[in-house]
């Protein structure tokens, strides 16, 4: 995307990874221990100053772009987040958060990344507050390269 | 209790082959095996009934199948609520695929046998509506044994009856986050009937646990509840404790209840934090976010992580409390519960806060038929807390009142969570303030390794010790964790563990929710669902 030559069609592409990873609109798989680590970012927490304050509220997912997924993975889950991956908005990202999502490890669970594509995985069981917010904050300089955008590529 | 034991004893200790087990409990075995022919099924209901009538045993506690390789038996526990005497009967079920709901005596049984159907290949013979597997994906396992009528609402007019339709809420969305998938049908702002299914983290606990390795139990345990990572561990180190009786220091007691009290003022500000959040009180919400994190930075003086951290070993904590840990508590529980007191005025004074929650009221007999315990039973107004009924380490010694509710609505649940919060600083203050002298270890017994201490490391050698802790024994042990009673049944034989299974209060909770909201309005009913406070992780283990 680092195009040496700037015209009107390079400045456009730019401007939109630029637009979306400021204003990044994520929904949260929960229900568990990750869950509440990341519930905290939306906490009056200092270290979390630059994070959304809604993260935590779930809208639509029909008006999302990145899903954030913790917690284990079985047949039933599985299903649910199959249908709500293709509810997102394209272009998609995913991001693992967790143990259990990244491997199935402690549980012996379904792997997140055996049947949708996996932009980040955070490690830890749970993951720091710090390393979740290095996370999103990679994500972010991730989406404002214009990188990742794997539905975007296949159309062209 | 001894003369409720004698009575019991004279009773049915004749007919029944019975065996006194632990301080304040007794087990029986019925002598039947299914199918009942006619003069075998009324014993059956007779003793069940009498054991409900004569002998006070109103709730039914847990419920769990045992096999033994191709037998199967029923482990039923009662608790008398009056006495804190719990009986334990055991009905051996043979190799049959059948056996009889008690649902129609004991409306908590449904909880417990629908589970027991998702896990094992067996099925209830009456009583049940469904019998789908909840806990597999949807089409995957499908097993209906016969067709039931659908349950139709008594009252239904007319003119609403156009409107209703089927919505599904849920799994992911506020306010079910994540916990379980609900279809409401409903007209007019009305709730007719309600559908619920869970099963989103069923990880198969139970079952691991008897693949791993004895010392990895621990690590499990600490991820039992996506609450707290106290109770659970802390029920499986005094099971173990109690059957080798090991002792366990003054200290390691003392900080033991000071964790409990903790974890428990977390949970219930978490709590707060939700509910005060999606009914859109965001300035309360954002104050019970900033005492929450006073909690999780003593977690982090503590064990360096606000989560899932070791904190009992065998006979004792896994390390002693670092310098200067207590006072910091003190000065956040004295800041915490002055915070609290002009919170929960502003709260009173608010007209919408109010009117929003003054709904779905329980009263104390349902919610004791459903099984209930806990918080959600307090706020029904029965005065039952495991803490003062049967105290154990220094709960005798400190004092602290149990706040109970009137009415068990939202509001009443809100209200004994506040409470209960400020009761539990005023135990951390006062155990803190006396602290026992001495170590926080013992280590002349067998489960004690040095290398429990660290963490990460690999436990293959050197743990010949944990051979000597099993025997042919079955137990059932219960603490009062801070969303009600958490069991655990433990039988094991020479050979290791045989059978372990968890009494989740949250599972009981999950069932209780549709007789509270039927017929209630929909808005409130979403509230409900958050201020039952359903561990998801726990209840679907």
Avoid at chain 2, 49 to 70: H, P, V, W, Y
Avoid at chain 2, 94 to 122: K, M, R, T, V, W
Wanted: a negative charge.
């Amino acid at each position: 995307m680092e195009a040496s030559v700037i015209n009107s069609k390079s400045f456009l592409a730019r401007m939109k990874s630029w637009s979306r990873a400021e204003l990044m609109s994520p929904f949260i798989v929960g229900g568990n221990c990750c869950t509440r680590e990341l519930a905290r970012l939306s906490g009056p927490n200092p270290q979390a100053a630059n994070i959304r304050e809604d993260l935590i509220d779930n809208k639509a997912a029909g008006s999302c772009d990145v899903l954030i997924v913790s917690g284990v993975i079985n047949e039933k889950s599985q299903a649910y987040l199959r249908e709500l991956y293709e509810s997102l908005m394209e272009p998609r990202y995913v991001m693992a958060v967790g143990m259990c999502t990244a491997s199935g490890a402690l549980f012996e669970t379904i792997p997140l990344d055996s049947f949708l594509p996996v932009d980040i995985y955070i490690g830890g069981c749970p993951p720091t507050l710090e390393s979740l917010i290095a996370g999103i904050e990679k994500m972010r300089s991730m989406v404002r390269r214009g990188e990742g955008q794997r539905e975007i590529h296949a159309q062209a | 209790m001894h003369k409720l034991r004698d009575e019991l004893f004279k009773s049915f200790g004749t007919d029944f082959q019975s065996s006194f087990s632990s301080h304040g409990s007794l087990a029986f075995n019925l002598p039947l095996t299914f199918p009942l022919d006619r003069e075998e099924t009324t014993i059956y209901e007779d003793f069940f009934f009498r054991l409900k009538d004569d002998f006070g045993f109103i709730m039914l506690l847990d419920l769990t199948l045992e096999t033994d390789g191709s037998k199967k038996s029923l482990v039923y526990q009662f608790l008398n609520l009056e006495v804190y005497f719990r009986l334990q009967v055991r009905v051996d079920i043979g190799e049959g695929q059948f056996f009889a709901s008690l649902a129609s005596l004991y409306p908590s049984a449904q909880a417990f046998e629908e589970d027991i159907c998702q896990h094992e290949d067996i099925y209830i013979s009456n009583g049940l509506k469904s019998q789908q597997r909840v806990l597999l994906a949807q089409g995957k396992k499908k097993v209906k044994i016969k067709e039931l009528p659908k349950y139709e609402l008594p009252l239904r007019p007319e003119s609403e009856a156009s409107e209703k339709k089927w919505q599904r809420f849920g799994p992911y969305e506020s306010p079910f986050k994540g916990k379980a998938r609900a279809d409401f049908l409903h007209g007019n702002g009305k709730v007719f009937d309600i559908e619920m299914e869970r099963g989103l983290h069923f990880r198969n606990f139970e079952k691991q646990t008897l693949k791993k390795d004895f010392f990895h139990l621990t690590f499990l345990f600490e991820r039992l509840s996506l609450k707290d990572c106290v109770f659970a561990p802390l029920l499986w180190v005094e099971t173990m404790e109690e059957r080798l009786k090991i002792e366990v220091p003054d200290k390691a007691r003392a900080l033991r209840m000071v964790w409990m009290e903790l974890a428990r003022s977390e949970n219930h500000l978490l709590f707060l934090w939700e509910l005060t959040h999606d009914l859109g009180f965001f300035a309360e919400a954002s104050v019970f976010a900033e005492l929450l994190e006073q909690i999780y930075h003593l977690y982090n003086l503590y064990a360096g992580k606000t989560q899932n951290f070791p904190l009992f070993n065998f006979g004792g904590m896994v390390k002693a409390a670092p310098l200067g840990w207590g006072t910091e508590t003190l000065e956040a529980a004295k800041y915490i519960f002055k915070v609290l007191e002009d919170v929960d005025g502003e709260l009173h004074r608010n007209s919408r806060w109010m009117k929003e929650t003054q709904d779905f009221p329980m009263s104390a007999t349902t919610a004791i038929e459903l099984g209930i315990t806990g918080p959600n039973l307090r706020a029904c107004g029965v005065n039952f807390d495991s803490r003062k009924s049967r105290p154990r380490y220094f709960y005798d010694d400190v004092e602290f009142e149990v706040p109970l509710g009137i009415d068990g609505t939202t509001y009443d649940r809100f209200l004994v969570r506040l409470h209960e919060l400020k009761q539990s600083l005023r135990i951390i203050n006062q155990v803190l303030d006396h602290l026992p002298a001495g170590d926080y270890l013992n280590k002349n017994h067998v489960l004690y390794n040095p290398l429990l201490e660290k963490r990460g490391v690999d436990f293959e050698n050197g743990f010949s010790g944990a051979q000597e802790a099993f025997r042919k024994e079955e137990s059932f042990t219960m603490v009062e964790s801070s969303e009600g009673q958490l069991g655990l049944y433990l039988k094991t034989d020479e050979s290791g563990l045989k059978h372990l299974h968890i009494r989740s209060s949250s599972l009981v909770h999950f069932y209780s929710y549709p007789t509270l909201v039927r017929g209630g309005s929909i808005n409130g009913a979403l509230t409900a669902f958050q201020s039952l406070n359903i561990d998801p992780w726990e209840m679907d283990r």
